[in-house]
């Protein structure tokens, strides 16, 4: 089968490969239809996760039919068109009764970090689904049936990135009619945006990025106002300017590790090692109000030895709550919402391109080039 495979940093190239199999009854195999390219993607393109090993097939927002079951499988069935949640969970063991699928004790046979389809193997070292087969373990627990109204289009991003933003606006304790901050718009800061406004009753939401494209879709999209950080001398300052000398009731941090460099000069100094800068989360922890809550669903993968104010955090009250968003808890609903029309997760869809032409979608998407949001792998 061609699948994406990593041969170091900055360079993946779609080659043959074998095609899965059934290797206990609980798995599945499927034959993708649509597979999508995410930010944290290029954290593994560009060499910054740990572990990340050559001829390692990525990708973990993945769409397909059915086309194999092991023989303990009952949930689903060969022909069955379904959604695959990132997380690898089995459903049984005791994080996963906690409804905290992320951690799963059974799919990660290296640490407690939890399973992800096509990430290091830090996670598992399960290969994903940039390819044109996919091998899904706990096929009883994670895949998802999709209703016919929905399209592969609307259903992948449940996958993932929906459900990620949608888990960063609910764990950012919005107060009804409270004014919430995203940094970072690409695809999770989007749909932390969208869902902090629809679902979570934000009155106001601010957008902080330097794209401007990126900055146009928050604002026409999620309803956002917006702030080009390469445009204001201080992000944190210009935020409690908005907020009336306070600051957001809540900020989410949807960049993670390859945050921009940009920090205010003030904060300058040792933050920037061969990881990246957390600048963003750094900003959110200044700008947040004194008792309110930073959202953290940018992935932090590497050991970070940077400063972060802790101390300005804890003695003003801040809240911290961050993770790897368990999407069984939230998939479902969602589902239904966007059944109903309630939501289309597909508007921030740019790009559509054969599963040859991998390379080159990460390449516009690292680069932002030709008004690149998000990118769908057709095999």
């Known amino acids: 089968m061609k699948a994406l495979s990593y041969y170091g940093k ?12 059934i290797e206990h009854p609980e798995d599945a195999i499927l034959r993708v239809t649509t597979a999508a390219i995410c930010g944290s993607d290029l954290h593994l393109y560009h060499g910054l996760v740990p572990d990340t090993r050559i001829g390692h097939t990525f990708g973990h927002e993945t769409v397909g039919i059915i086309e ?9 069935k060969t022909g069955d068109r379904v959604v695959v949640p990132f997380n690898i969970a089995c459903g049984r ?8 699928y992320s951690l799963c004790e059974s799919a990660n046979p290296y640490n407690e970090m ?19 087969y996919v091998r899904v373990p706990f096929a009883n627990t994670g895949p998802r049936k999709i209703p016919n109204e929905i399209s ?21 304790d919005i107060p009804e009619g409270g004014t919430v901050a995203v940094f970072g718009a690409g695809p999770g800061g989007l749909f932390a945006m969208k869902s902090a406004k629809q679902f979570f009753g934000a009155g106001r939401v601010i957008a902080i990025d330097k794209v401007p494209y990126r900055l146009q879709m928050a604002a026409e999209q999620c309803g956002a106002e917006t702030v080009n950080f390469n445009e204001v001398k201080d992000v944190v300052g210009h935020l409690k300017e ?14 993670g590790l390859e945050a921009d460099g940009s920090v205010p000069q003030a904060m300058q100094g040792t933050f920037f090692l061969q990881a990246g800068a957390p600048t963003a989360l750094i900003w959110a922890l200044h700008a947040v109000r004194p008792g309110g809550t930073v959202s953290i669903i940018g992935v932090y993968g590497p050991p970070f030895n940077h400063f972060i104010p802790f101390g300005w955090a804890m003695n003003r009250n801040i809240t911290i709550r961050m993770g790897q968003t368990p999407v069984l808890r939230y998939i479902d609903d969602l589902m239904e919402r966007t059944r109903t029309g309630e ?20 390449e516009i998407f690292e680069r932002k080039q030709d008004n690149c949001v998000k990118v769908l792998l057709k095999p």
């Not at 900055?10 to 199999?21: G, L, T």
């Not at 194999?68 to 689903?76: I, K, L, S």
């Not at 908005?242 to 960049?255: E, F, L």
């Open 242 to 255: 908005m907020t009336d000398g306070r600051g957001p009731d809540s900020c989410i941090d949807a960049v």
């Open 152 to 172: 592969d289009e609307q259903a992948v991003m449940l996958a993932d990135i929906f459900t990620t933003g949608h888990f960063g606006a609910d764990i950012a």
């Open 93 to 100: 063991c005791f994080q996963c009764r906690l409804q905290m």
């Open 68 to 76: 194999e079951v092991g023989n303990q499988v009952t949930q689903v």
């Open 343 to 362: 939501i289309d997760p597909s508007f921030l869809v740019t790009h559509r391109l054969p599963l040859e032409q991998a390379p080159h979608g990460y």
């Open 10 to 21: 900055n360079d993946v190239r779609v080659v043959e490969k074998p095609r899965p199999v």
């Open 114 to 132: 939890g399973a992800i389809y096509g990430y290091s193997h830090t996670t598992g070292g399960y290969d994903g689904a940039q390819a044109e």
